[in-house]
């Protein structure tokens, strides 16, 4: 498939994707409103299993190996009008942030709902990579910031 005609496939179907990152953001938000911080570990929980059911669909996006890899593959958001800034992409992490709206639209919710939804994230990459990685959310519209700024690392392998 030629890069002009799937630009104009991701832009026909970009009200479809961002209406289903908004349905997932509205549930886990009404979910956390009426339960509170109980309600984090099975939002974060099943937001892990859409990440793992993602990444075997971003599988076949991938050009080459690795969180380098994976770090392209987040410049495809810009297609669904998601534009996505790499501050930083090695062999072990990728620092990014974007400017809002919050894909999820969970914009003046908390930190804490943030952190729960982004287990899709950590879930996603962990899996496309095969070992664990450890998201943190440094900065996010959730909590009122300016901008989302987030950073997926490798986990560290303890050593005995």
């Known amino acids: 498939m030629s890069r002009w005609l799937g630009k104009r496939l991701a832009k026909a179907f970009t009200p479809i994707i961002l209406h289903n ?25 099943v937001m892990g299993e859409a990440g793992v059911e993602g990444a075997k669909m971003a599988r076949s996006r991938l050009k080459g ?5 994976v770090g392209e593959l987040f410049k495809m958001y810009e297609m669904f009008d998601l534009p996505v800034e790499i501050m930083e992409l090695t062999d072990d992490l990728i620092h990014f942030r974007h400017a809002p709206p919050c894909p999820f639209g ?51 392998r303890k050593t005995s």
Request: aromatic share 6%; net charge negative; hydrophobic share 35%.
């Open 21 to 45: 990152f908004r349905t997932m953001g509205s549930l886990s938000r009404a979910f956390y409103e009426k339960y509170g911080n109980e309600a984090l570990p099975i939002i974060s929980r």
């Open 65 to 69: 190996e690795g969180m380098r890899a």
């Open 106 to 156: 969970l914009e003046g919710s908390s930190k804490e709902l943030c952190e729960a939804v982004e287990a899709r994230e950590e879930k996603m990459i962990s899996t496309i990579l095969g070992e664990e990685v450890d998201v943190k959310v440094i900065k996010c519209v959730a909590a009122g910031d300016e901008y989302c700024e987030v950073l997926c690392a490798k986990r560290q």
